[in-house]
């Protein structure tokens, strides 16, 4: 299974870097891949379900409990070799990611953030 879940994860980074999001688009790989989309109203519990598949709080939100620990780390494919290993600094870089993308508007896009999360247990990408 660990094989197969790193496989996807290899082809859902390489989607991205070509540009493929999925979406309308016919032919689209993105579209085959397996996927988790968590829908619900504001402070409905979407992150809740996301981290606790993870295993990890990482997105961002109010104020959060710090641990410190050092032996698991994030990485974002648009900054490549950069680890963070304080996960409120993953929160604050997906927000500043998202701004980027959509500006300060919040405004949902098709083009997804991909964050890969070691840990002891394993890689989980989202």
């Known amino acids: 299974m660990g094989s197969l879940i790193g496989l996807v ?4 980074q390489a ?7 999925g979406g309308r688009r016919r032919g689209s790989l993105w579209n085959s891949l397996p996927s988790v989309a968590v829908v619900g109203g504001q402070s409905s519990g979407k992150s809740s379900v996301l981290e606790s598949i993870v295993g990890r709080d990482f997105l961002p939100r109010g104020s959060a409990p710090q ?3 050092r032996t698991e780390y994030a990485e974002f494919l648009h900054l490549p070799r950069k680890r963070f290993t304080d996960f409120a600094a993953v929160r604050q870089e997906i927000s500043d990611h998202t701004d980027r993308i959509t ?5 949902i896009s098709n083009k997804p953030i991909q964050l890969s999360i070691y840990s ?3 890689k989980f990408c989202c």
Do not use: F, W
């Open 15 to 21: 989607c991205t870097v070509l540009g493929d999001y």
């Open 103 to 107: 500006g300060k508007s919040k405004a």
């Open 67 to 69: 641990d410190g620990g």
């Open 9 to 12: 994860n290899r082809i859902q």
């Open 120 to 122: 002891p247990h394993g």
